[in-house]
């Protein structure tokens, strides 16, 4: 693997900070959660460059190092990532995306599939916007749910229980995700629906948690169902930050799909 480097993409409207670990292997592009940034990954930087593929981790507008994002004018995390794939000359890639990193990449997939190899989602409510799905979703909350400390309802109660220093370097991650600010939410650029999500053209891997507080594995079972051709691989007891908690299971499932995608392409 040769050396990781860091920098700033200059995009329309600010700078996305990144690194990179280069080479010559198939990109993968990872988009973050909500609670986090570029610095989420630290179990799949090494991993993944290991099996052979460039990787490649940002900091969505408003979080780590990246630019502000206004409430009026927060962009769109699709075009925001499109000009950062154009900056580094990525081509197509693999997307692997967890919790609100999946609405963004659900995004990417209906703007730009030609730019997608495959698109991994884990945990995340995709941004769906058919009211089945939103009403469903709704029903698993109740008033104060959002008010939980963040990591209550990222992390599952295992891992919380059993790993009080990785407990403690998420809580680090995430103090540092706003760049001491708020998080502003991105715009979505394209409607997502079930009928749009439909016609995706890259394979598709699902992932859930167990334990996942926000889509437990009967809801993503839905998606997976209504998805054509998208595969599921729940992992017990993870919350809704899989890659996290279980960094091992998670990368073995996405890097056997990756790998599959890409010998198909051969």
Same mark, same amino acid.
């Given at each position: 693997?040769?050396?990781? *480097?860091?920098?700033?993409?200059?995009?329309?409207?600010?700078?996305?900070?990144?690194?990179?670990?280069?080479?010559?292997?198939?990109?993968?592009?990872?988009?973050?959660a909500g609670t986090g940034s570029a610095l989420?990954?630290?179990?799949?930087?090494?991993?993944?460059?290991?099996?052979?593929?460039?990787?490649?981790?940002?900091?969505?507008?408003?979080?780590?190092?990246?630019?502000?994002?206004?409430? /009026?004018?927060?962009?769109?995390?699709?075009?925001?990532?499109?000009?950062?794939?154009?900056? @580094?000359?990525?081509?197509?890639?693999?997307?692997?995306?967890?919790?609100?990193?999946?609405?963004?990449?659900?995004?990417?997939?209906?703007?730009?599939?030609?730019?997608?190899?495959?698109?991994?989602?884990?945990?995340?409510?995709?941004?769906?916007?058919?009211?089945?799905?939103?009403?469903?979703?709704?029903?698993?909350?109740?008033?104060?749910? *959002?008010?939980?400390?963040?990591?209550?309802?990222?992390?599952?109660?295992?891992?919380?229980?059993?790993?009080?220093?990785?407990?403690?370097?998420?809580?680090?991650?995430? /103090? @540092?995700?706003?760049?001491?600010?708020?998080?502003?939410?991105?715009?979505?650029?394209? /409607?997502?629906?079930?009928?749009?999500?439909?016609?995706?053209?890259?394979?598709?891997?699902?992932?859930?948690?167990?334990?996942?507080?926000?889509?437990?594995?009967?809801?993503m079972r839905e998606a997976a169902a209504r998805?054509?051709?998208?595969?599921?691989?729940?992992?017990?007891?993870?919350?809704?930050?899989?890659?996290?908690?279980?960094?091992? /299971?998670?990368?073995?499932?996405?890097?056997?799909?990756?790998?599959?995608?890409?010998?198909?392409?051969?």
């Amino acid at each position: 693997m040769t050396e990781v *480097r860091e920098g700033k993409a200059a995009i329309p409207g600010g700078e996305l900070w990144y690194w990179d670990t280069g080479g010559d292997g198939p990109p993968v592009v990872l988009l973050h959660a909500g609670t986090g940034s570029a610095l989420s990954w630290p179990d799949q930087r090494a991993a993944f460059a290991e099996a052979g593929y460039r990787v490649v981790g940002y900091s969505r507008r408003g979080h780590y190092r990246s630019s502000a994002a206004s409430p /009026e004018a927060p962009g769109s995390g699709a075009d925001d990532l499109a000009a950062l794939a154009s900056v @580094l000359d990525l081509g197509p890639f693999h997307a692997v995306a967890v919790a609100a990193g999946g609405i963004f990449a659900a995004d990417f997939a209906l703007g730009h599939p030609a730019a997608l190899r495959s698109l991994v989602i884990a945990g995340s409510v995709m941004g769906i916007a058919d009211a089945d799905w939103q009403a469903r979703l709704g029903a698993l909350r109740f008033p104060g749910f *959002r008010d939980l400390p963040h990591d209550f309802l990222e992390l599952g109660p295992t891992y919380r229980a059993e790993n009080p220093d990785g407990l403690a370097e998420w809580r680090r991650i995430h /103090e @540092l995700a706003y760049n001491g600010g708020e998080m502003v939410v991105q715009d979505i650029s394209n /409607e997502i629906t079930w009928a749009s999500l439909g016609g995706l053209a890259p394979p598709v891997l699902l992932i859930v948690g167990g334990a996942d507080l926000y889509v437990p594995p009967p809801v993503m079972r839905e998606a997976a169902a209504r998805i054509p051709g998208a595969q599921l691989v729940v992992m017990p007891d993870a919350g809704h930050c899989a890659q996290w908690e279980q960094p091992e /299971e998670f990368n073995r499932a996405v890097l056997g799909f990756i790998g599959r995608v890409e010998a198909a392409r051969t």
